[in-house]
């Protein structure tokens, strides 16, 4: 007596398995029956690939088979067919023909076949394992850790944003002295406040350590480059104009959209503003001190000058500003080829490494001078601290014009010029000819918004207007020249720029 299984509902004729084995068939109506089989976990899975190993020589034929199967198994996939993708996937995986980037893929599919969420993870684990620098495995495992949320996931080539045809309110803070109203600086080893009119000293808090403020942007340091350009703050910069009104003389006045923090002009009460007043704004991580005053600004200034042989000065009142700066980590594999010296000939080579390159540097303005981007190199980022809007305390600051997704762009594009001009790490120490690099495999791993501190020096000579920056950390010069033969020289021998 044949079970109920093996009787076609349709016609009541039986059923034989179906020519993939994965469910009956019904040769007279053609009904077919799936058989659901129970996934083994992903582990296991993991298991079982390891001991199959892979080969040193792949067979091209059956490489091209499992290829097919990929493909099945991720259209399957695609069309929520979960049985017949992990089929195909699985046969992939457990191949000793497949090699590690059908691997990665095949796993990277299976994250998606699995329902439960340690199967997932363990998926994108050996996609990883694979493939370090893998961006949509990378994405999945913010998905899981909840470092990002499905709805905050965005296009970025159909991102819309309106500017508001009027100014928006913005909320600040405020620093004033609780005894005499007065305007309250950051002191030199920036633990306090004090006044600068009675004195008065209030530390940061009575332990010493810092308030979180989300709204003002305090927070961790690194942050993860693909959850940060998965959301709309990733690629669009502040544009809204705002308004504030002066909790000390009433006068409501407009903020630019770049402008983080502002002194009233009327009554010079202090105030900084949201660092990201909406979700689609950026707030800075963490920033150096202001260490460098204006008196010794003014000293530098006066031996700089006379070692440009420059005189009858006309200096323009100074400006201390905090700028912001992206900074990024990025690895991964870089490749070339080109043609390589051996003895009278020049003969195709190629070869890679993997390179790692640590904060890059990126000011987050649009076309900003030479000399300013120059001026980045200068800074000790070990002397980061944490992003506190009371560092901002009479100090005027600025947020970024250049958004997330656009600053990268420059990063991975000054990190291959550098490397082209002195590729000698990466070619071995070989001189290379007509050297072309591949740099698919490059990563921007995570990112940081930094404030960093700057004088900002005009002065007049000679009819001339010329700027020049002053490094707020470690009082570093950098700008145009204007002095004659013998100060240019000076300045040369002494590596100033």
Known sequence: MMSQQQICPNCKTKMVFAPDGRGLLCERCGYKQVVEREMPPARELARAQKLVGSLSQIDAQKETSLRISLRHGIGAAKQGERDEAFSHLERVLLSPDAGDAMRAEAWLWLSEVYAD????????????????????????????????????????????????????????????????????????????????????????????????????????????????????????????????????????????????????????????????????ILPPQALIPFAVTEAEVRERLRDW??????????????????????????????????????????????????????DHRVLGQRRPSKHLRRSLTDYDLDQLVTYDARYLADWPAQRYQLALADASIVARKEVLQTIRRNPSRLTNGQTVRDLTLNSSGLMVMSYKLLLLPMWMVHYEWEDKRVDLFVNGQNGRIRGEKQGGIVGKFVSWLRGDS
């Open 117 to 280: 969420v340690a199967d997932k993870r363990e998926c994108l684990e050996q996609v990883l394992s694979l493939q370090p620098t893998n961006g949509v495995a990378r994405r999945g495992m913010a998905l899981l850790d909840g470092r990002l949320h499905e709805d905050e996931i965005v296009n970025p080539d159909r991102i819309e944003r309106e500017t508001p045809q009027e100014p928006r309110e913005v909320e600040a803070e405020q620093f004033t002295c609780p005894k005499c109203a007065s305007r309250m600086n950051y002191t030199p080893d920036g633990q306090r406040l004090r006044c600068e009119f009675c004195g008065f000293e209030r530390p940061l808090n009575a332990d010493g350590t810092q308030t979180v403020q989300p709204e003002f942007g305090m927070g961790g340091m690194e942050q993860d480059f693909i959850v940060g350009l998965a959301r709309v703050s990733g690629h669009v910069q502040p544009v809204a104009t705002r308004t504030l009104q002066c909790q000390g003389c009433g006068v409501e006045f407009v903020l630019a959209p770049e402008t983080l923090s502002v002194t009233c002009p009327y009554c010079s009460h202090v105030y900084v503003t949201e660092a990201a007043e909406t979700h689609e």
């Open 305 to 358: 000058f006379r070692q440009q042989k420059i005189s009858r000065v006309r200096l323009l009142p100074l400006v201390g500003v905090y700028l912001p700066v992206w900074t990024f980590d990025l690895n991964g594999e870089v490749g070339w080829r080109g043609l390589v010296a051996r003895g009278d000939e020049w003969v195709p080579a190629s070869g890679s490494d993997y390179m790692l390159i640590d």
